[in-house]
T-cell receptor, first 112, second 111 residues
Framework: GNSVTQMEGPVTLSEEAFLTINCTYTATGYPSLFWYVQYPGEGLQLLLKATKADDKGSNKGFEATYRKETTSFHLEKGSVQVSDSAVYFCALSEESNYQLIWGAGTKLIIKP | GAGVSQSPSNKVTEKGKDVELRCDPISGHTALYWYRQSLGQGLEFLIYFQGNSAPDKSGLPSDRFSAERTGGSVSTLTIQRTQQEDSAVYLC?????????FGPGTRLLVL
């Protein structure tokens, strides 16, 4: 079946460091891919998405490129801030329906 | 416009009691989802409503859990005879398309 695997956390970085959170997926067809973020004490928010191969989603300085050849959708940011501390979830939506299949989440901790 | 709202935001109950959790989706969204998020864990899918179709109940953990959606809008998740392991944050999401929009959740604590 379809699945999403993301790197285990917590990931701890210093402010202004480069961030990569790995996400790989298994799916038939051409799913859409998403990153959601959950800030402390808040609900889940869509961070960015990509709907087809080679698309790049971007928001708030974060980027992720839909790589069909490597079945990946890694999240990157060039210079993280303390305010980026949150839990990040990778997810996919199958072609045949709109249900999301979720990764386990990666907790990101940014130290000043 | 208004986002997804959930009530109550927090609920403390005693083991064995029934609880009802409410979700108001974004107006016009045909799909509605319930998830459970236990402390430090990922999202666990519970149930999915799409328009007038029969709901996908495949994620409900036991027959103590049920949900309904009235008039294609508001949804209620009911947990009967609550157990301590039911303690979690219950999240509702709605969508019109592939992007799901989440409510703030209801934090349930079963003593």
């Amino acid at each position: 079946g379809n699945s999403v695997t993301q790197m285990e956390g917590p990931v701890t970085l210093s402010e202004e460091a480069f961030l990569t959170i790995n996400c790989t997926y298994t799916a038939t067809g051409y799913p859409s891919l998403f990153w959601y973020v959950q800030y402390p004490g808040e609900g889940l928010q869509l961070l960015l998405k990509a709907t087809k191969a080679d698309d790049k989603g971007s928001n708030k300085g974060f980027e992720a490129t839909y790589r069909k050849e490597t079945t990946s959708f890694h999240l990157e940011k060039g210079s993280v801030q303390v305010s980026d501390s949150a839990v990040y979830f990778c997810a996919l939506s199958e072609e045949s329906n709109y249900q999301l299949i979720w990764g386990a989440g990666t907790k990101l901790i940014i130290k000043p | 416009g208004a986002g997804v709202s959930q009530s109550p935001s927090n609920k403390v109950t005693e083991k064995g009691k029934d609880v009802e959790l409410r979700c108001d989706p974004i107006s016009g969204h045909t799909a509605l989802y319930w998830y459970r998020q236990s402390l430090g864990q990922g999202l666990e899918f519970l149930i999915y409503f799409q328009g007038n179709s029969a709901p996908d109940k495949s994620g409900l953990p036991s027959d103590r859990f049920s949900a309904e959606r009235t008039g294609g809008s508001v949804s209620t998740l009911t947990i009967q005879r609550t157990q301590q392991e039911d303690s979690a944050v219950y999240l509702c999401a709605s969508s019109q398309g592939r992007v799901q929009y989440f409510g703030p959740g209801t934090r349930l604590l079963v003593l």
